[in-house]
Nanobody
Framework: DVQLQASGGGLVQAGGSLRLSCAVY?????????????IDWFREAPGKAREGVSR????????YYASSVKGRFSTSSDNAKNTVYLQMNSLKPEDTAVYYC????????????????????WGQGTLVTVSS
């Protein structure tokens, strides 16, 4: 079965950094080929709707970001470890949220457009709290 496991959340002061990890399991060339998916990060702040943060295409490594995090966050992948990372720098209190990794079929087609309804697989969340 396909599984995504997010980790790395915690408490950090404003201006600090955190790196989240998303371990990806269960994709095989014959069934749910990883190359056909993007690995996305979403977040859900208290009282707010879940929103897309970043995307990396598994096939060519293209990356896309929400405008609110562009220039501060970066996503990358380590194919040998089947892990996608979200490096978060210059964190702000408004970045406080539960962060989820997710897989979207042909996500590269949508660029920096993030659509909850198009996500095929969700991981569990990891809480990031940024104190002021």
């Amino acid at each position: 079965d396909v599984q995504l496991q997010a980790s790395g959340g915690g408490l950090v002061q404003a201006g600090g950094s955190l790196r989240l990890s998303c371990a990806v399991y269960g994709f095989t060339p014959d069934h749910y080929s990883l190359d056909d998916y993007s690995i996305d990060w979403f977040r859900e702040a208290p009282g707010k709707a879940r929103e897309g943060v970043s995307r990396i295409s598994s096939s060519d490594g293209s990356t896309y970001y929400a405008s609110s995090v562009k220039g501060r966050f970066s996503t990358s992948s380590d194919n040998a470890k089947n892990t996608v990372y979200l490096q978060m720098n210059s964190l702000k209190p408004e970045d406080t949220a539960v962060y989820y990794c997710a897989a979207t079929y042909n996500g590269w087609k949508y660029g920096d457009g993030f659509y909850l309804s198009l996500v095929d697989f969700w991981g569990q969340g990891t809480l990031v709290t940024v104190s002021s």
